[in-house]
């Protein structure tokens, strides 16, 4: 299943990540603009339930009138253009949250980063110094993996949107992807089904290589930049 994730996950970027994401290089922050989580695309990222239930609970937020945003770092490539923030979630936080206001996007909640060397915390609702408070007791284990971080980014989700006056319900059910049955044809058909998975693989296979092409053009020009 692995690298069919892998070549959904670079679907996913094509389709999702605005033009400019390419320039700038910050796929997170461009990422959240338009949803309201950034999963991550490394090896690190979470399994498909606990993934689809750190969606259901962001979807919550959105319904107790309080929108956050999630951002998950496995490892550097998450944010291969600046390595560096992976050790520094806070920092990051505060860059994605700017990065989102210079770009017009409201922020009703906070948005939170989570990597394996801490959470970080910025936005409406956080004044300077206060992330460690709205923060208190929650860890991430050394060298957490993708679940691991999906969970401690459960866990800040429910403590900052009660200290907030939004106490979330007890039990929210994970989001549901819906399965697409196709309406039968009217008078004698035959059953393509049996393509379909080469339909699948060629479209995001497809995509894939155009995701790459872009990516190294991208590299091109940097290093062009830096000569």
């Known amino acids: 299943m692995r690298p069919w994730r892998v070549l959904l996950a670079a679907l996913l970027v094509l389709l999702c990540v605005p033009a400019g994401a390419y320039a700038h290089g910050d796929a997170s922050s461009h990422y959240l603009e338009s949803g309201s989580l950034y999963p991550g695309f490394s090896v690190a990222r979470p399994s498909d339930a606990r993934e689809l239930k750190l969606m259901g609970l962001l979807e919550a937020t959105q319904k107790a009138g309080?929108?956050?945003?999630?951002?998950?770092?496995?490892?550097?490539?998450?944010?291969?253009?600046?390595?560096?923030?992976?050790?520094?979630?806070?920092?990051?936080?505060?860059?994605?949250?700017?990065a989102l206001r210079t770009s017009n996007v409201p922020l009703v909640g906070p948005v939170v980063v989570v990597s394996p060397y801490g959470i970080g915390i910025a936005g409406p609702d956080v004044a300077r110094g206060d992330a460690k408070r709205l923060l208190d007791g929650i860890t991430v284990p050394a060298g957490a993996k993708g679940d691991q971080l999906a969970d401690a980014a459960m866990t800040t989700i429910r403590q900052v949107a009660e200290a907030n006056g939004h106490t979330l319900p007890a039990n929210v059910p994970a989001v549901k992807v819906p399965v697409l049955k196709p309406a039968p044809?009217?008078?004698?058909?035959?059953?393509?089904?049996?393509?379909?998975?080469?339909?699948?693989?060629?479209?995001?296979?497809?995509?894939?290589?155009?995701?790459?092409?872009?990516?190294?053009?991208?590299?091109?020009?940097?290093?062009?930049?830096?000569?």
């Open 185 to 227: 044809a009217p008078g004698k058909s035959y059953d393509l089904s049996g393509l379909t998975p080469f339909a699948v693989f060629i479209a995001i296979f497809g995509s894939a290589v155009v995701y790459v092409q872009i990516r190294t053009r991208m590299a091109r020009r940097h290093s062009l930049r830096g000569a």
């Open 66 to 98: 309080y929108p956050m945003k999630v951002s998950l770092l496995g490892d550097e490539s998450d944010v291969s253009d600046r390595p560096d923030m992976l050790r520094k979630p806070q920092r990051y936080a505060d860059t994605i949250a700017t």
